[in-house]
């Protein structure tokens, strides 16, 4: 597609359910970023894939986060018995190298837990 | 990463230029600044970047001060579009594997009609 698409767009979970967020990245881009942004704050840092290898997963908050991108494309963003401060909004970026490129971004997914 | 300062707010009238500030004083000689916007709602759009020269694109131009410690995105015509959260990161750029961009507060500028 010609931008990086998230889904879903809104997710609302009750405390303890687990939940999984999709990023399909723009397609051939090598660099994969997931990011969390709290209300009123910048975006911070959770994981990133190249290709299918996580290279980096120190921004994970906790053991509940999981990220997968198996295939080297599609990422899943996993979250295990979701908290109130997990309520986010969770985007993915997507770059075609690993150099001196901008990374698109996704419109994101606005997670609410209740 | 360097870690930059932004003012938190700015007002712009549209149709004038808007220039928005940042310092960035200590930068490493292999850091590049980079401009990111992000528009209620939606996730952060790529602006521009540069090193140490200045930079122009269909979006911004870019002007780094010699010593590079500091930095101006200006949006020559600014509309009311442009009202958003403008965030300036510098990053190293390395070949082998990608790094993370560290986001800030920004600055949000709002132009008003």
């Known amino acids: 597609g010609a931008g990086v698409s998230q889904s879903p767009r809104y997710k609302v979970a009750k405390r303890g359910q687990d939940v999984a967020l999709r990023c399909d990245p723009i397609?051939?881009?090598?660099?994969l970023f997931w990011y969390q942004q709290a209300l009123g704050q910048g975006p911070e840092f959770l994981t990133y894939?190249?290709?299918?290898?996580?290279?980096?997963k120190s921004g994970l908050p906790s053991d509940r986060f999981f990220a997968e991108r198996p295939e080297g494309s599609v990422s899943t963003l996993k979250i295990q018995r979701t908290q109130q401060e997990d309520s986010a909004v969770y985007l993915c970026?997507?770059?075609?190298?690993?150099?001196?490129?901008?990374?698109?971004f996704g419109s994101g997914t606005r997670l609410t837990v209740v | 990463d360097a870690k930059t300062t932004q003012p938190p707010s700015m007002d712009c009238a549209e149709g004038r230029a808007a220039n928005l500030p940042c310092n960035h004083s200590?930068?490493?000689?292999?850091?590049?600044v980079y401009w990111y916007r992000q528009i209620h709602s939606q996730g952060p759009q790529y602006i521009i970047h540069?090193?140490?020269n200045n930079e122009t694109n269909e979006m911004a131009s870019l002007i780094i001060t010699e010593d590079r410690k500091s930095s101006t995105l200006i949006l020559p015509h600014a509309t009311l579009r442009d009202t958003a959260v403008y965030y300036c990161?510098?990053?190293?750029?390395?070949?082998?594997?990608?790094?993370?961009?560290?986001f800030g507060s920004g600055t949000q500028l709002t132009v008003l009609p």
């Open positions: 970026a997507s770059s075609q190298g690993t150099g001196n490129y901008g990374y698109t």
């Open positions: 397609s051939g881009h090598v660099s």
């Open positions: 894939f190249q290709n299918e290898a996580q290279l980096d």
């Open positions: 200590t930068i490493s000689g292999n850091e590049y």
């Open positions: 540069g090193l140490k």
């Open positions: 990161i510098v990053r190293v750029v390395s070949s082998g594997s990608a790094r993370q961009l560290t």
